[in-house]
C-alpha cells in the first residue's frame, strides 16, 4: 500500500507541476471549446486578463502557483498535509468547471481524479487534521 500511496503522490504532484506551468508558459494546447461558448468566453477571459492593456487579472496566475506549491511539495514529500489544503478549493473548482461549464467526459476524468486523489491523500493524513476540528 505504501507503493501505491508514493506512486499516487508523484503522480498528481507531477500533473499539478505540469498544468501549474503551463498556466505561465502554455505549452500543452488549449481545450477545444466547441459548442460551449459560455466555457470558452470564460477562459479566455482569464487567460488573458493578466496581459496588457489592462494587466488586472490574477486568477490563472493564482490557480498556476497553488498548482506548482502544491505539486512541488507532494514531489518533494513535504508538508503533505499543507499542501492537500492548498489544492482542494482548486481541484473542486477544477471538477465544477468541467461538470458544469464545459462538460466534456473526456476532461472531467483527470479533474476527477484530481479531486479524488486529494480526497484520498487527505484521508490517510487525517491525523493532521484532528486539531483543525478540536
Known sequence: MKIFHTILRIGLGLMLLAFGLNKFFWFLPDFKFDGFPEAEHLFEALRYSWE??????????????????????????????????????????????????????????????VFAANCYLMYINWDAYKGLFK
Not at 512541488?72 to 458544469?100: E, G, N, R, T
Request: a positive charge.
Open 52 to 113: 496588457a492593456p489592462s494587466g488586472k487579472g490574477y486568477v490563472l496566475g493564482t490557480v498556476g502557483l497553488v498548482e506548482i506549491m502544491a505539486g512541488f511539495l507532494l514531489v518533494i514529500k513535504k508538508w503533505i498535509p499543507f499542501a492537500m489544503v492548498l489544492l482542494m478549493p482548486v481541484s473542486v473548482h477544477i471538477v465544477l468547471f468541467h461538470a458544469f461549464v464545459y462538460f466534456n467526459p473526456m476532461n472531467l476524468g483527470p479533474a476527477l481524479f
